[in-house]
């Protein structure tokens, strides 16, 4: 049997985050814990407004699927039972990151890919110094 665990966590920022519609010091991060046979893996999200989530609704989709993740449920089934969003990815990084550990590898190795090396895939300008 499979246990779920979910909370929420601050993650303080080195220095504030500051862009024109406002600063944050502080990211508000959703985890999601699956354990299996002692082999823990882990998933996080952070809710986005501007695309109707908050941390209530992100917490009331992962609390939907409870159930079906302490019987088992597959990324597979995942996909078929949650819309793309902030908790189905922190649901799925928490799957594929159990599966990794529960063969020992990470998960590169696990899917078949080479890291690629560093890209950058955006960047946001603040407001401030830099």
């Known amino acids: 049997m499979r246990t779920v665990k979910v ?16 600063s944050r010091s502080e990211a508000r991060v959703m985890v999601v ?20 989530e908050s941390d209530a609704s992100v917490m009331a989709q992962i609390m939907s699927v409870v159930p079906q993740l ?3 449920l597959t990324r597979e089934e995942l996909q078929k ?15 594929w990151d159990l599966a990794a550990r529960k063969q020992q590898q990470s998960l590169a190795d696990l ?5 690629p090396g560093t890209v950058i895939t955006a960047q946001t300008v603040v407001i401030g110094t830099p």
Request: with cysteine.
């Open 7 to 22: 909370f929420e966590e601050g993650w303080p920022l080195h220095t504030p985050f500051v862009i024109a519609r406002g």
């Open 81 to 95: 039972i949650l819309p793309a969003g902030a908790a189905r990815n922190a649901l799925d990084c928490a799957l």
């Open 70 to 72: 302490e019987k088992g």
């Open 33 to 52: 814990e699956l354990e299996e046979e002692g082999i823990k893996g882990t998933g996080e999200c952070t809710p986005y407004p501007r695309y109707g």
């Open 111 to 115: 899917i078949g890919i080479t890291l």
